[in-house]
């Protein structure tokens, strides 16, 4: 295929957009309300799509197929584009022939059966397992809303459960007498996973007479409330939202707001296992993960961590050898 410039005879170098692109612009900016600099975003990426269609002599968006598209990706990659901007383009594009399909009369969406461009996921943030504890010891006081936000804090950190996972439970998830939870993961997935006696500890506090039982009191409960495990202070099952919220209180008050995302107790759970000597299919087993190449990035995330605690503390890490070798 042709690397030429756009061609200088075609209607898309004789105006900015097609008509098509035009009035997807349009959409964007009077009925999804996006900014001035998001739309001038997509200006560039489709005036270079279209510029590419056209030095191909393709004259509309209504004759690209899946073939084209995947040669336009191929094109963007060849030129060393970054995966991240690469994968704003293919939005772009998918953008505009979904547009054209639904508002347009557009006969076929080529973008329909194109894998989407995926950008590569940097190392997740751990918290140190100084930071873990202080976040742990952050709730304080003896009320219900105390006991219950203790006993989430050392359930996430304890079981590496997603904090959704965590709102979905029911209280016959919980086997206390031998350590488990029954977590539903993605695709309601189920798994059981191990959980401490710091957890238990937490959890039983949160269901004895001074937690879960006060906070109901002598309220009507829906079944679903009646059967989760974590309830607001309405006695409503705890959202994932709410659980996130509570994360993220205490997460301030302990001076770790900056660092502190929904998966970040998750993120520590898996790196402290891996720094203590735990097998990655263990950990594979226990996050959940179908593919244990999803886990193998905590085993760099350790890596890192060990390099760096072997620099700070061996005496002879850091000493140059003699003649100036390392």
Not at 189 to 206: C, F, H, Q
Request: aromatic share 6%.
């Amino acid at each position: 295929m042709s690397e030429r410039g756009p061609d200088t005879g075609s209607r898309w170098s004789r105006a900015l957009l097609s008509a098509d692109g035009e009035e997807f612009l349009s959409y964007l900016a009077v009925e999804r309300g996006r900014a001035a600099s998001s739309i001038s975003s997509y200006r560039r990426d489709l005036v270079a799509y279209e510029e590419f269609l056209a030095a191909r002599g393709i004259g509309s968006l209504g004759a690209v197929t899946p073939t084209v598209l995947e040669d336009y990706l191929a094109f963007l990659r060849a030129r060393g584009l970054a995966p991240a901007s690469i994968a704003r383009a293919h939005a772009a594009v998918r953008g505009v022939h979904r547009f054209c399909a639904a508002e347009r009369d557009a006969p076929v969406d080529p973008t329909r059966d194109v894998e989407r461009t995926r950008v590569p996921k940097g190392l997740p943030k751990a918290l140190s397992e100084n930071e873990v504890l202080r976040l742990l010891e952050a709730p304080v006081g003896t009320g219900p809303r105390t006991l219950r936000d203790r006993a989430i804090l050392e359930l996430l950190y304890a079981s590496g459960l997603r904090i959704s996972e965590l709102a979905g439970l029911s209280l016959q998830d919980l086997d206390a007498e031998r350590g488990l939870v029954r977590a539903f993961g993605k695709g309601s997935k189920e798994r059981v996973v191990p959980v401490g006696r710091a957890a238990l500890g937490a959890i039983d506090a949160w269901l004895g007479p001074a937690g879960r039982p006060a906070v109901v009191a002598d309220r009507r409960l829906a079944k679903v409330d009646a059967e989760a495990l974590f309830l607001s202070t309405r006695a409503r099952r705890l959202t994932r939202q709410a659980a996130w919220v509570i994360v993220h209180r205490h997460a301030t008050a302990a001076g770790l707001s900056d660092k502190v995302t929904p998966h970040v107790l998750r993120h520590s759970f898996a790196t402290h296992l891996l720094d203590h000597g735990a097998d990655i299919r263990v950990v594979q087993e226990l996050l959940g993960h179908a593919s244990i190449a999803t886990t193998q990035i905590y085993t760099a995330v350790s890596t890192t961590r060990l390099r760096s605690a072997y620099l700070a503390a061996h005496p002879r890490a850091r000493a140059t050898a003699p003649g100036g070798g390392r």
